[in-house]
């Protein structure tokens, strides 16, 4: 007996990334006319979607939902169609998917190496976008895996906690270590993974090993009582992009005040533990004082106090209370003496663990100096440590390499020397590999870039707002002009922040300066109708207000028109590694972010003219040597700054900044 009704087309399931549009179809056929109505799930909870009762569902992909279509006929008979997942992927590589996707598999997510201890399980994961969704199918050494068809691979391996699972441990290690990759396929066709490596033994096995590794970065570069820098902004960006290679979790941050230099180092000290590489980096303004060595916020004023200062060694006790592996303190400063009367007194004693490396881009009571050459400045120790970092040897073997570099440069002969301390007993490299202990660590990093919105105007046109983050406290805001409509004509895009809003954040338009040469040297600024930098975001305290205007001609009237769309910004994801731990800066007024201005290190600075010779000046024009320090009282002495951790208990007395709505 025929049936009342027959689906004859099903939904599918997709695979697609946030804001694209497609429609799910059902077709069914009866011995009457037919009625459609949608439903969707989302988190255990079903519901009718209200107005979508036709054959074809349009969908614009917002979240990951479940949906399935209900049929019914005159004689109220009714059937529903095949659950289908709308799996909706919120971060994707810039450029996928391509321009002209028809829906063939596209990879998203590669699996990555693996080192596992025998014993433990083996987790290997991928994914892919397709209209359909794909299917998947993994494979090792060439070879299919029967039962592995999903997304994630799990293994769980034998443990070695008896002599009777011996020959399994060795069988374990023949049949789980290899080369694994996943094929995506669809309807369309198929698309390979990486191929990556598993390694099963115990992490012992290697030689080192890291548990984490984890880096903060600090360059100042915009002072308000002291001369401005250069270099540090390219060479924090330049040094991030190299530990990210290494595996590194990276912060990098421009022009930090005292409480939040404190609060960076504080939540850099929290992530830190038993078995970690931990790397602490910082270009700016500095001093050294009866051998201990101080950074000077941006808010230090002219002359400094001690207290307006922050001590390196006091981090460094910190970190080695964390039991961390490998300590390295990359200091790319000025080591003048500001009390050369006064006899070198002995740093406090470090716990004898053997983990501690310093690398000083200059030696005691000499300048650090910058290299100028066109639109970009580096420091000395910075061009020269980039050269080396990612290789393969101990750590204090590649500073060396860079020491020697350095001592061959012509333009530094007899002016910077670069020195290295350290009791490293251990062969460590930041090249080792990481083999987790327990849980993950948790993760930090530039955080994610707001998501990229589509803006619709009212007189049709469209503009997409994205958002590119250079460092953890510094983005881009860019806005790029769709074709618009037949009767708009001149369209011209503008990016600004309404009257009223001006207290919270500040938006200026991009001048060409150090910063945006990065941003250029990363993005295509040439396809963007406009771009902004926003700066200082730790210090953002409410949700960004942005405002586009389009300024437009009406062809039928052939009258000038601008039309405006708002757009929301929440402070949480601008302020993001600040606003982790919710610090908030004591007796601090809600200070507007500002459009970064970049400059560099104790005004000492290399440039190059036109013809490639290299010469040596300092940042006020005066020709090397320069001026012997002042013996004046009023010059910084030993600072008897309390413990930072101190100072961020009082950041915390001082109550968490608002909560993300």
Request: charged share 10%; net charge negative; aromatic share 6%.
């Given at each position: 007996m025929q049936e009342a009704i027959a689906i004859t087309e099903q939904p599918v399931s997709v695979s697609v990334p946030v804001g694209y549009s497609f429609s799910l179809r059902c077709r069914a056929e009866g011995r009457t006319s037919l009625q459609y109505q949608w439903f969707c799930q989302h988190q255990s909870v079903c519901c009718q979607i209200p107005g979508a009762t036709k054959q074809d569902l349009p969908i614009t992909a917002q979240q990951t939902q479940l949906y399935t279509c209900r049929i019914n006929d005159l004689y109220r008979n009714a059937v529903f169609s095949d659950w289908v997942k709308v799996e909706v992927h919120q971060c994707v590589a810039r450029g996928l998917p391509p321009r002209l996707w028809r829906g063939e598999p596209v990879i998203v997510l590669n699996p990555t190496e693996q080192r596992v201890e025998v014993g433990k399980p083996?987790?290997?994961?991928?994914?892919?976008?397709?209209v359909p969704a794909p299917t998947y199918q993994w494979y090792r050494n060439g070879n299919l895996l029967e039962q592995q068809k999903k997304k994630k691979l799990w293994v769980t391996l034998p443990c070695d906690s008896s002599e009777a699972l011996a020959t399994e441990i060795t069988h374990a290690k023949v049949s789980d270590s290899g080369t694994y990759l996943c094929c995506a396929s669809n309807s369309h066709g198929e698309h390979w993974t990486n191929a990556v490596d598993v390694h099963i033994g115990t992490c012992r096995s290697e030689k080192f090993f890291a548990t984490g590794k984890i880096a903060l970065l600090v360059g100042n570069n915009h002072y308000q009582h002291h001369p401005n820098l250069i270099a540090p902004v390219t060479d924090v960006f330049e040094l991030s992009l190299l530990l990210e290679q290494l595996g590194f979790q990276v912060v990098s941050l421009l022009d930090l005040n005292k409480a939040e230099m404190a609060t960076a180092v504080s939540r850099f000290l929290q992530l830190l533990g038993k078995g970690v590489y931990a790397i602490f980096y910082y270009a700016g303004h500095g001093y050294e004082h009866l051998g201990r060595n101080y950074m000077v916020p941006v808010d230090a004023p002219q002359p400094y106090a001690p207290e307006n200062c922050i001590s390196v060694q006091r981090i460094l006790q910190k970190m080695q209370q964390q039991q961390t592996a490998l300590n390295l303190i990359l200091l790319d400063t000025c080591r003048k003496w500001y009390n050369?009367?006064?006899?070198?007194?002995?740093?406090?004693?470090?716990?004898?663990?053997?983990?501690t490396v310093y690398g000083y881009a200059t030696s005691e009571d000499a300048e650090a100096y910058e290299l100028q050459d066109g639109e970009f400045s580096s420091g000395i120790f910075m061009k020269y440590l980039k050269k080396h970092i990612l290789q393969e040897k101990k750590v204090t073997h590649m500073l060396e390499d860079v020491l020697e570099d350095i001592g061959r440069d012509p333009l530094v002969t007899g002016k910077q020397v670069m020195e290295i301390k350290h009791t490293l007993k251990e062969a460590r490299s930041l090249t080792d590999p990481i083999c987790p202990l327990g849980a993950a660590p948790e993760h930090w990093g530039r955080g994610h870039e707001p998501l990229?919105?589509?803006?619709?105007?009212?007189?049709?046109?469209?503009a997409e707002l994205c958002f590119h983050r250079l460092f953890s406290n510094m983005m881009y805001v860019c806005a790029k002009l769709q074709p618009p409509p037949a009767h708009v004509a001149d369209a011209r895009l503008l990016l600004c922040q309404p009257t009223e809003k001006v207290d919270v954040a500040v938006l200026k338009e991009s001048r060409p300066d150090q910063v945006e040469s990065l941003f250029a040297s990363v993005y295509k600024r040439e396809e963007l109708d406009c771009v902004f930098q926003l700066c200082g975001l730790q210090k953002i305290q409410t949700d960004v207000v942005l405002q586009l205007d389009l300024h437009y001609t009406q062809l039928s009237t052939k009258q000038r028109t601008c039309e405006s769309q708002r757009t929301i910004l929440q402070k949480s994801l601008l302020g993001q590694f600040f606003s982790q731990s919710n610090y908030r800066q004591p007796n601090c007024p809600r200070t507007p972010a500002r459009a970064s201005s970049v400059c560099r290190r104790d005004a000492s600075v290399l440039s190059t003219d036109p013809k490639g010779q290299g010469s040596l000046r300092t940042g006020s024009g005066h020709s090397l040597p320069s001026s012997n320090p002042s013996n004046s009282s009023t010059e910084p002495e030993e600072n008897d700054e309390s413990d930072l951790s101190e100072l961020c208990s009082a950041l915390l007395r001082a109550g968490p900044g608002q909560d993300c709505p």
């Open positions: 083996l987790q290997l994961q991928c994914a892919a976008m397709g050369p009367e006064c006899a070198l007194s002995q740093v406090p004693p470090l716990e004898p663990w053997g983990n990229s919105k589509t803006v619709t105007f009212p007189c049709g046109a469209q």
